[in-house]
């Protein structure tokens, strides 16, 4: 099993800037690929980021291509979602997820984490 806690949401205004942060633990080993999905009240959960455990292979949605940048940390067992020129239409609640592969990451995450809302205000 691997338990994933996301932090960082909040309000902010369009044009602002947000960072989150997810920990994992557990069996991290076995879901090494790691990312981001955001939903919004009636909508399917989507896909914002994801990135390999190298950090070499990083993949983006083209609704945030060039405004998010994702990354991690291998040493803390985070991953993270720097979140720039923020619009109103970014706002979700996003979730953290891991996977053993891109492939499953972007279809059927393996691990989901609870999910921290972000809310960017017109």
């Known amino acids: 099993q691997v338990q994933l806690v996301e932090s960082g949401g909040g309000l902010v205004q369009a044009g602002g800037s947000l960072r989150l942060s997810c920990a994992a633990s557990g069996r991290t080993f076995s879901s090494p690929v790691m990312g981001w999905f955001r939903q919004t009240p009636g909508k399917e959960r989507e896909f914002v980021a994801g990135i390999n455990w190298s950090g070499g292979g990083t993949y983006y949605a083209d609704s945030v291509k060039g405004r998010f940048t994702i990354s991690r940390d291998n040493a803390k067992n985070a991953v993270y979602l720097q979140m720039n020129s923020l619009k109103p239409e970014d706002t979700a609640v996003y979730y953290c997820?891991?996977?053993?592969?891109?492939?499953?990451?972007?279809?059927?995450?393996?691990?989901w984490g609870q999910g921290t809302q972000v809310t960017v205000s017109s």
């Open positions: 997820a891991a996977s053993p592969s891109m492939v499953v990451l972007r279809t059927t995450p393996a691990y």
